[in-house]
């Protein structure tokens, strides 16, 4: 294990403030008399019949807070004494296995804090707060694995733990990390130019014959070569049908001439992620149908881009965005229909099933998206909307709009039965092996408008078609 791997992206800028400006508003917002707050970073998972665990993410919460994301970590605040980070460190045992792994003073230099301890000490640290009121925030594993954070009993402490006081801090934690501060965006930069990186290498070394699997390692390693750690998720790479699947798992299958590739990958930089997605044609040109939904879906993504300004609610953006697809639809001949009436029956959902993106930071669909008293909606236009809050300067969101032909929505006897009228299935069912069209970028908002980071991408149907053509051609 590389000494740096969990304090990578750190340095950049000297965020050791920033770090204690987070603190600090966490403090005031908990707005604590008395007790002990505990975030774990988590814990390794082993892996069964190997000696090997499975991939490490720190808890966001953890991360925000402490700035590192070492496994086994816990950052704690106590209102008598303030912040202490408790780290693991490896005997001689394990070092033969996992090397030294980063000492104390790097990490107290990294996280800011003068209170930097072995996690062997947090046992006896909370002993001497026995009795106390313990809130657990982060990765809960703490309550459940306690012995492998160097505590023996939570019973034998008497310190009672309360899930709604949990989160009620995690809530304003969450409220927190809405809006990204200096260090946050440009290490959000950094992801999104690795993922840029990705994507080209994906747009020139698509072809027909190579398989899903084959572009998706094409792209990944490209992430890895521009400095990203890991991928921000598991990357979606699907060719013709495949791509209406939404979080669709690449395989073996080759990609034919006449189809679509839809890529959605990120690249994730200091345990910050990007995510991007772009539909390219297997040749050099979007025919037909797919030049006509294509068109339809970037007009849409423009649009709901350009109105990504402080004040504008995100399900507005999201509605707009369905109403502007229900109308195309109907302009092109696959639905029938007034588009605000379409709008209404929810017709348009079943090319456009999802919202229209999420917040994003040190999680693909990072916390606060939903303002809190705000309830969720069982409509088929709403029900997957993942942001429902009015927007802010330094909040990063994806737009993604899409459009699918997805047979579990599309075959459904009773979904066919209640549209009727509304859907021309004469001519959706010859698309049924279309697959899907989705265009995402990740959009900071700001006081002079939206900028979207991950704008070096191309998108535009002149731009990718010539990218195809010299790549096909070379």
Request: proline share 5%.
């Amino acid at each position: 294990m590389e000494r740096d791997r969990y304090t990578a992206g750190m340095k950049e800028g000297n965020p050791a403030a920033l770090l204690a400006a987070r603190r600090e508003r966490a403090i005031a917002g908990w707005n604590l008399d008395r007790g002990v707050v505990l975030i774990p970073a988590g814990l390794l998972l082993p892996i069964s019949g190997t000696d090997q665990f499975h991939e490490y993410h720190a808890h966001p919460e953890h991360r925000y807070l402490a700035g590192i994301g070492q496994p086994g970590g816990v950052l704690a605040f106590d209102t008598e004494e303030g912040w202490n980070l408790f780290v693991p460190q490896p005997e001689a045992a394990e070092r033969v296995w996992t090397g030294e792994g980063p000492s104390l003073a790097e990490i107290q230099e990294v996280a800011g804090l003068q209170c930097v301890r072995p996690t062997s000490e947090l046992g006896d640290w909370l002993e001497k707060r026995r009795g106390e009121p313990v809130t657990v925030i982060g990765n809960e594993d703490i309550t459940e694995r306690g012995n492998e954070y160097g505590i023996e009993s939570w019973t034998s402490l008497e310190s009672p733990t309360d899930d709604g006081e949990s989160q009620r801090l995690r809530a304003v934690v969450a409220e927190l990390r809405r809006a990204k501060d200096t260090h946050e965006l440009a290490l959000m930069r950094k992801a999104a130019d690795a993922t840029h990186r990705g994507h080209m290498a994906g747009l020139r070394k698509a072809c027909a014959g190579i398989s899903e699997r084959a572009l998706q390692i094409e792209i990944e390693v490209e992430f890895f070569r521009a400095g990203a750690e890991r991928t921000a998720y598991e990357s979606i790479v699907g060719g013709g049908p495949n791509a209406a699947t939404l979080h669709f798992s690449p395989t073996k299958r080759q990609f034919h001439q006449g189809e679509l590739i839809l890529v959605d990958a990120g690249a994730e930089v200091g345990g910050y992620a990007s995510d991007v997605t772009r539909t390219y044609p297997v040749g050099n040109r979007y025919e037909g149908m797919q030049r006509d939904l294509y068109s339809l879906v970037l007009a849409t993504q423009e649009r709901a881009i350009a109105r990504s300004k402080p004040g504008a609610e995100y399900k507005d953006l999201h509605l707009a965005a369905s109403l502007e697809i229900a109308q195309g639809l109907s302009d092109i001949g696959l639905l029938r229909g007034n588009a605000a009436s379409l709008l209404e029956q929810d017709a348009q959902a079943l090319f456009f099933p999802h919202g229209l993106g999420h917040m994003l930071g040190l999680a693909t669909h990072d916390a606060g998206g939903c303002l809190e008293g705000r309830e969720s909606s069982e409509l088929p236009t709403l029900r997957y909307l993942r942001a429902d809050l009015p927007l802010q300067p330094g909040y990063v969101v994806t737009i993604e709009p899409g459009i699918y032909f997805i047979r579990a929505l599309l075959e459904d006897p009773n979904l066919r039965k209640r549209y009727r009228d509304e859907v021309a299935w004469e001519r959706v069912d010859k698309l049924l092996d279309f697959g899907g069209i989705r265009i995402e970028d990740d959009v900071l908002v700001t006081e002079e408008g939206p900028e979207v980071l991950s704008s070096q991408t191309p998108k535009s149907l002149e731009a990718i078609e010539l990218l195809r053509t010299e790549a096909l051609a070379g």
